[in-house]
């Protein structure tokens, strides 16, 4: 039965912002690895930690306690206030807890931003490498996506001559995130203090994306953007728990802004779910509130494994932006002869290692392909071992 036949009604009267589409590459990929044995997964993005006992134990408190109802649209007032304190004591920035909506994950969070903000004909200014739920959110609300694009030549920094030369009367935001996903690049200070003034120069509103801005590695420095003078009026911060606190299942994010902006998004907050999971919101306040120790475990972890992993691509003499957050490595694969997502099925087909291409996160040059480090060392080892077999096998060839 053709899609959209009168036999299927429901395809047939779809909404245009629903795209139809084969099956995917990431789809694909999975589907080879789901043949395989022994495939060491370096593509995802979720945490191999577990979630620290501490914070399990204060969902489950909450459970007990019957703490499973409905709370305000904004969140509970008592994880507002740890939040507004967290961005206070480790980023500088000074809001209170009525400048606080939590979400169900900062994907909420871009939703609702855009839900706010975005009109038809819109333009949206957005870091490129990225993360393509913007694309998808703009779009929803008839906007209309423009890529920054970033280079290895920058460490894959934002740099603000690649925002000026894609600004037109139709610009409205402008979407940093930093440290970036896919490339793990961390915009320095001096260049988010150029960013700003340029914003303020074309009134743009930015939307600060800092989910990773708890994992920065030597070499590089984080500041969110709504520090700098002029730019907290004018700025959105998003951030969460699913990367430093590997809480990803338990769907927590917030987003902060001036109190007058926060309250004209609640109603529209409680549409979209109304609150962030009860228990989820205990378990996030214990996260903020409990000690600190597992996410320095972790953190100085991924620090060894990016190491590791720095060491592996230097020695085969493939090239990447520094990566100066996340657990990301954006490499350049083309010296093995092939574009980056033959090179990613060649990979897990010889190799058994799956990793995903730039082409998933918006980047058209098929040269790069994102490494995860979000493996146990040993692993990470043994997947660099394969790699490097099948490069050097496909070097000879070529």
């Not at 509970?76 to 304190?85: F, Q, S, V």
């Not at 903000?117 to 490129?128: F, Q, R, W």
């Not at 992993?309 to 996340?326: E, I, N, Q, V, W």
Request: hydrophobic residues 45%; charged residues 25%.
């Amino acid at each position: 039965m053709a899609a959209g036949s009168a036999r299927d009604p429901l395809v047939a009267r779809r909404a245009a912002r629903i795209k139809e589409e084969d099956v995917s590459y990431r789809t694909k990929m999975l589907e080879i690895a789901s043949g395989l044995s022994d495939v060491i997964a370096m593509g995802r993005g979720d945490p191999d930690f577990h979630t620290p006992a501490h914070i399990v134990e204060a969902a489950k408190r909450a459970l007990d306690a019957n703490e499973h109802h409905y709370t305000h649209p904004a969140g509970l007032a008592p994880l507002r206030e740890a939040i507004a304190d967290s961005l206070g004591r480790e980023y500088g920035l000074s809001y209170d807890q009525d400048e606080v909506v939590v979400t169900a994950g900062v994907q909420e969070s871009i939703m609702l931003c855009m839900l706010a903000l975005i009109e038809a004909g819109d333009e949206v200014l957005i870091t490129s490498p990225r993360f393509t739920t913007y694309d998808q959110a703009v779009e929803a609300f008839g906007g209309v996506p423009v890529p920054v694009p970033t280079h290895e030549r920058d460490d894959f920094a934002l740099m603000p001559a690649e925002i000026e030369a894609r600004i037109t009367p139709r610009s409205k935001v402008l979407v940093l995130v930093s440290p970036n996903n896919p490339t793990g690049a961390v915009t320095p200070p001096s260049v988010i203090r150029e960013i700003a003034a340029l914003a303020i120069r074309h009134d743009l509103i930015v939307i600060s994306d800092e989910i990773y801005a708890a994992l920065i590695y030597e070499g590089a420095e984080h500041l969110s953007i709504a520090r700098v003078d002029g730019m907290r009026e004018r700025t959105i911060v998003l951030n969460g728990f699913s990367k430093v606190y590997a809480m990803t299942g338990w769907r927590v994010g917030y987003l902060a802004a001036p109190k007058a902006f926060v309250r004209s998004i609640v109603d529209p907050r409680h549409m979209l779910s109304i609150n962030t999971s009860t228990p989820s919101q205990f378990a996030a306040l214990a996260a903020l509130t409990g000690p600190q120790d597992a996410v320095t475990e972790m953190r100085n972890a991924y620090a060894q494994r990016r190491a590791l992993l720095m060491r592996s691509m230097d020695a085969l003499g493939l090239t990447y932006g520094f990566p100066g957050g996340a657990f990301y490595l954006y490499t350049n694969t083309s010296g093995t002869g092939m574009k980056a997502p033959e090179f990613c099925e060649t990979l897990l087909r010889e190799g058994r290692v799956l990793l995903f291409p730039g082409s998933l996160f918006g980047d058209d040059s098929d040269l790069y392909t994102r490494v995860s480090y979000l493996q146990p060392l040993h692993r990470i080892e043994e997947a660099m071992a394969r790699f490097a077999d099948v490069v050097e096998r496909h070097r000879a060839r070529a």
